[in-house]
Each structure stands twice: as C-alpha cells, then as structure tokens.
C-alpha cells in the first residue's frame, strides 16, 4: 500500500506520519508512505494541507485523521 502525505512538513503533517506508523503497526501491513512538502501542493492540485493520497484518490484533506480512522480507511481499501 502507498500513501502520498502532502503537507508532511508540517506539524499536521508529522501528526498523520504518527498516526499512519501506528495503524501499520495494528493491521500488520506495510505502507509505504511518500512525504512530499507543502510546496509542492499545486503540483497535486491541492488547497488545503496535510492531504492524503491513497491509490491517486484524496482520503483525507486539511484534517489530521485518528488511529482508528486510518485504520478503518485502510481496511475498507484493503479488502
């Protein structure tokens, strides 16, 4: 699994990389995450950050989601 965070040098950003670390950990699965700096949102035509970009499908934007909520996300995508 890939995830995209945009915005991950941001203090949100960090927050998510934590949160996604921690649902890895749960699920027992590997992510791959890919941290790209706010300036390169327009790039991703992005407004708000942190987003997340799983499958090139925004799952997230401008909200830092729980544990659980990543965990929940990823078990719907995974299935």
């Not at 941001?10 to 700096?37: F, H, Q, T, W, Y």
């Not at 799983?54 to 799952?59: C, D, E, P, T, V």
């Not at 729980?66 to 996300?73: D, F, G, M």
């Amino acid at each position: 699994m890939h995830l995209k965070i945009i915005g991950s040098d941001c203090s949100n950003g960090l927050k998510i990389i934590k949160n996604i670390k921690k649902a890895e950990k749960n699920l027992a699965m590997k992510i791959d995450v890919e941290e790209i700096p706010i300036s390169a949102k327009e790039k991703y035509n992005i407004k708000v950050t942190p987003t997340i970009i799983l499958n090139n499908k925004k799952i997230s934007e401008g909200t830092v989601p729980s544990e659980k909520e990543l965990i929940k996300i990823l078990k719907e995508v995974n299935v």
